[in-house]
């Protein structure tokens, strides 16, 4: 009552679904100078972190029995979302340089989720003819890109690459960000670029999911933004993640040599080790017996698609490396090497 | 990588999706304290406000074409979020002691939406036999009851009533509760309380929606209610709350004397007042009427199912006061009925 005249203190009101206006503003200039990024205020759409950015996806995008596009190997936490509205995962092989994009061509869906800028988990960066490829797909099928920009501050070796979203015709492609690998993942807190026909449906459903993301979080944000906190934040972190990323290639090749075989080392915040010679019937072994000796490890297989006949012949481990400093990753590697050792030496025996 | 070695630091890895052991702990002293509630830790679910939780349960309770009982008139956000499924709002009437189970034992439902603490918008208490018979209708059914405490903490002149939760025989109560009412609806945290056989659905689902509420709030809630702090916060708003509620109910008096029927003023944040002789016709002209004057007002009926013939006669409008001070109330009601004598008058020249 008496709204009109009343002017509420400010945290005594439910905001706007899609986030504050003055982050989504900060967001806009972000996004143009760090990724090319243009796009209206409106049509960025603030969320509980990446997670919560394809949940909306899935349900505004998809229904049950729709067909989605999934990278294979890829990111089964968004085949879990995606599936839970009923759509059935059409798994597409991934190479060096990311989606086979003549093979999707061939593909009658609804949905595609890709990860361009970093192919997750092997790394490829998408070349700019397969972008081409993808979006005419779209096009042809009305389908939907969801271009998932998990972890485009951090490169090394290469150039940036501008997202799917920057290239003409992207009226099909939702881009989602999130600050959970620059700040924290505990804040919950990423955004999506949404195209401009599809602005109220995703407001809408943010606002029946939970109104929209904690204010405080989106304010501090905000801050960090308009002040270039955030960018020196993340240039100090993206040299922090260099040396720990050089750290772990140089303990690598020192406890397993030629042995060890590395792949999209180049940008990101893990690589993935193929460990040549060491078959994947090993890999459970591997896994427990690292394990026991202190170290976790994270083999790479859960992510093929488990249905389809594309799968590794070797142990590949996905290893990140932001959240350990050089002696950590020292230590560990040579955990690792004792492990593999150790089941070398049991290999031979039981032979 | 090296997991167990590296001990992270505590925001660089994701929290449990149910939210932090620590505020799970200190909302189940809290609950127990003030509303008798007894549950074990794993039964509560931190979420994004009590929206994420309604959000949660349709998507885990409801399928397409399910049935759903909605209190009529009732909190329609709720109704929207439960039909997102695809199921069906069956409305039943309410009266000035809350739902009539009576009616409610007559249909088939897979789930009730009720708010017998302070029906929404009406304001009744649930009676216990009424409690009884809802559970019975569970029971009987296979059917969940969403218990919304929307706004429990706030009770004048009655004694708080135990959630249905706090009944024998409640296994299949879902009991939603929130801070939106007493720190700020921007911190977006509420929590259910689940039944113990529902527990591991609800996490897997918070994890696929969104991983996690974020930590920073629930950490500061935890410390607020590990303290003190928060129920002597809820202590002090309850007193500024019954203030502003006398205020509003004197006002009205005042400025209306007999020809206001104020309903549901004994708890909550907010009264009825129904104006008698002012029939539900004029209700445009009154919102528009006020708007011009500065007053915003949010009438009674859209909160009704608009396809029964339960409907009011005569114009009565909600009216939250929490928001406002004594000052700011009193100019609303004199503007108020400034409104309503300019609109008495106006029917009095076109008769």
Same mark, same amino acid.
């Given at each position: 009552?008496?709204?009109?005249?009343?002017?509420?203190?400010?945290?005594?009101?439910?905001?706007?679904?899609?986030?504050?206006?003055?982050?989504?503003?900060?967001?806009?200039?972000?996004?143009?100078?760090?990724?090319?990024?243009?796009?209206?205020?409106?049509?960025?759409?603030?969320?509980?972190?990446?997670?919560?950015?394809?949940?909306?996806?899935?349900?505004?995008?998809?229904?049950?029995?729709?067909?989605?596009?999934?990278?294979?190997?890829?990111?089964?936490?968004?085949?879990?979302?995606?599936?839970?509205?009923?759509?059935?995962?059409?798994?597409?092989?991934?190479?060096?340089?990311?989606?086979?994009?003549?093979?999707?061509?061939?593909?009658?869906?609804?949905?595609?989720?890709?990860?361009?800028?970093?192919?997750?988990?092997?790394?490829?960066?998408?070349?700019?003819?397969?972008?081409?490829?993808?979006?005419?797909?779209?096009?042809?099928?009305?389908?939907?890109?969801? %271009? =998932? *920009?998990?972890?485009?501050?951090? $490169?090394?070796?290469?150039?940036? !690459?501008? /997202?799917?979203?920057? +290239?003409? #015709?992207?009226?099909?492609?939702?881009?989602?960000?999130?600050?959970?690998?620059?700040?924290?993942?505990?804040?919950?807190?990423?955004?999506?670029?949404?195209?401009?026909?599809?602005?109220?449906?995703?407001?809408?459903?943010?606002?029946?999911?939970?109104?929209?993301?904690?204010?405080?979080?989106?304010?501090?944000?905000?801050?960090?933004?308009?002040?270039?906190?955030?960018?020196?934040?993340?240039?100090?972190?993206?040299?922090?993640?260099?040396?720990?990323?050089?750290?772990?290639?140089?303990?690598?090749?020192?406890?397993?040599?030629?042995?060890?075989?590395?792949?999209?080392?180049?940008?990101?915040?893990?690589?993935?080790?193929?460990?040549?010679?060491?078959?994947?019937?090993? %890999? =459970? *072994?591997?896994?427990?017996?690292? $394990?026991?000796?202190?170290?976790? !490890?994270? /083999?790479?297989?859960? +992510?093929? #698609?488990?249905?389809?006949?594309?799968?590794?012949?070797?142990?590949?481990?996905?290893?990140?490396?932001?959240?350990?400093?050089?002696?950590?990753?020292?230590?560990?590697?040579?955990?690792?090497?004792?492990?593999?050792?150790?089941?070398?030496?049991?290999?031979?025996?039981?032979?």
């Amino acid at each position: 009552m008496v709204a009109a005249i009343s002017r509420k203190p400010v945290h005594l009101a439910y905001d706007d679904p899609c986030g504050s206006l003055r982050l989504r503003r900060a967001l806009q200039g972000y996004l143009w100078r760090s990724r090319s990024v243009r796009c209206h205020v409106d049509q960025i759409v603030v969320v509980n972190g990446s997670q919560q950015g394809l949940d909306i996806c899935s349900r505004l995008l998809l229904d049950a029995g729709d067909r989605f596009v999934m990278e294979d190997p890829g990111y089964q936490i968004a085949k879990v979302v995606f599936a839970a509205t009923g759509a059935i995962a059409v798994p597409v092989p991934v190479d060096a340089d990311g989606l086979d994009t003549k093979r999707v061509a061939k593909i009658e869906a609804r949905l595609a989720y890709v990860t361009p800028s970093h192919q997750y988990p092997l790394g490829g960066v998408l070349p700019v003819a397969r972008r081409y490829e993808l979006l005419a797909w779209a096009r042809k099928h009305d389908a939907w890109l969801i %271009e =998932d *920009d998990y972890d485009s501050e951090y $490169r090394y070796d290469t150039k940036p !690459v501008p /997202p799917l979203q920057t +290239l003409q #015709d992207s009226g099909r492609v939702v881009y989602l960000g999130t600050v959970s690998k620059t700040l924290s993942p505990t804040l919950r807190v990423g955004y999506l670029v949404v195209p401009a026909g599809l602005q109220s449906a995703f407001a809408a459903a943010k606002q029946v999911m939970d109104r929209h993301t904690p204010l405080l979080e989106q304010e501090a944000l905000a801050a960090m933004l308009e002040s270039g906190t955030y960018e020196g934040h993340v240039r100090r972190a993206r040299r922090r993640n260099a040396e720990r990323r050089e750290s772990l290639l140089q303990a690598l090749h020192r406890r397993f040599g030629d042995r060890v075989r590395v792949e999209g080392a180049a940008a990101g915040l893990h690589l993935v080790a193929w460990f040549e010679g060491l078959p994947i019937a090993a %890999e =459970d *072994d591997l896994v427990r017996t690292a $394990r026991s000796k202190g170290v976790g !490890v994270y /083999p790479i297989s859960p +992510l093929f #698609d488990q249905r389809t006949a594309v799968r590794p012949d070797v142990v590949g481990l996905v290893m990140g490396y932001s959240a350990l400093d050089a002696k950590q990753i020292e230590k560990g590697c040579k955990l690792l090497a004792d492990a593999v050792e150790q089941i070398d030496r049991l290999a031979n025996w039981t032979r």
